[in-house]
């Protein structure tokens, strides 16, 4: 199996920047699509981004595209997510997840999820 651990939420003013890790330990880390989820009170679960096990695809939600921007460092068995621009309605708890294939904005897919962390951005 493998264990996500997502770190790096916290409150931040309106325009600021987070940048959230999840550190993955497990099999065959590198062969997952690497993605990012969050969802707010009231709301549905929403695909934020991925990343396929190469780097060299990455995905983003319209709402997020253009200010965050998901990496990964395969020898560090890392994700990362890269937050600008953040807005009060970027408010949720934030949850990375790992799937061997498939749709990447489709939560179904993902097999592994982490705890989450919280990001919260005040106005």
């Known amino acids: 199996q493998v264990q996500l651990v997502e770190s790096g939420g916290g409150l931040v003013q309106a325009g600021g920047s987070l940048r959230l890790s999840c550190a993955a330990s497990g099999r065959t880390f590198s062969s997952y699509v690497m993605g990012w989820f969050r969802q707010a009170p009231g709301k549905a679960r929403e695909f934020v981004s991925a990343i396929n096990w190469s780097g060299a695809n990455t995905y983003y939600g319209d709402s997020v595209k253009g200010r965050f921007t998901i990496s990964r460092d395969n020898a560090k068995n890392t994700v990362y997510l890269q937050m600008n621009s953040l807005k009060p309605e970027d408010t949720a708890a934030y949850y990375c997840?790992?799937?061997?294939?498939?749709?990447?904005?489709?939560?179904?897919?993902?097999?592994?999820w982490g705890q989450g962390t919280q990001v919260t951005v005040s106005s």
């Open positions: 997840a790992a799937a061997r294939r498939g749709i990447v904005t489709n939560e179904y897919e993902y097999e592994y």
